[in-house]
């Protein structure tokens, strides 16, 4: 397999496609859902809710929180996690930046 040539990219595609591979499972979106609806959560309220093992949440909290986008407190022995504000907005721009790239076809400029 070959290495992925990152340095041809800007740094924001790279964080961007960074982001978007950590988001790409099923399980951290319905996550990150839950801790926006309920903004924090103890690790075992998303085994309930969610229905997956105790050592899957854990797996997929681990890559979201690697990419900064929860955070978590510790409390005994409860982890307790919510959104981190300011990751959230950074990654909110680079979605909009792509999203707001797009040109509607209708005026007829699409290929």
Same mark, same amino acid.
């Given at each position: %397999?070959?290495? @992925?040539?990152?340095?041809? /990219? @800007?740094?924001?595609?790279? !964080?961007?496609?960074?982001?978007?591979?950590? %988001?790409? &499972? +099923?399980?951290?979106?319905? #996550?990150?859902? &839950?801790?926006?609806? @309920?903004?924090?959560?103890?690790?075992?309220?998303?085994?309930? !809710?969610? *229905?997956?093992?105790?050592?899957? #949440?854990?797996? &997929?909290?681990?890559?979201?929180? $690697?990419?900064?986008? #929860?955070? *978590? @407190?510790?409390?005994?022995?409860?982890?307790?996690?919510?959104?981190? +504000?300011?990751?959230?907005?950074? #990654?909110?721009?680079? /979605?909009?930046?792509? /999203?707001?790239?797009?040109?509607?076809?209708?005026?007829? $400029?699409?290929?």
């Amino acid at each position: %397999m070959g290495v @992925t040539r990152s340095d041809l /990219f @800007t740094q924001e595609q790279n !964080e961007l496609a960074k982001v978007a591979k950590a %988001m790409a &499972h +099923p399980a951290r979106l319905a #996550i990150l859902q &839950h801790l926006l609806k @309920t903004n924090a959560c103890i690790n075992g309220d998303l085994v309930q !809710e969610l *229905g997956l093992a105790q050592a899957t #949440i854990s797996q &997929h909290l681990r890559e979201l929180k $690697e990419i900064g986008i #929860i955070q *978590g @407190t510790i409390e005994g022995v409860s982890v307790s996690y919510c959104i981190n +504000p300011k990751k959230w907005a950074e #990654i909110k721009a680079l /979605f909009n930046g792509l /999203f707001d790239g797009y040109v509607d076809p209708s005026t007829g $400029e699409c290929c």
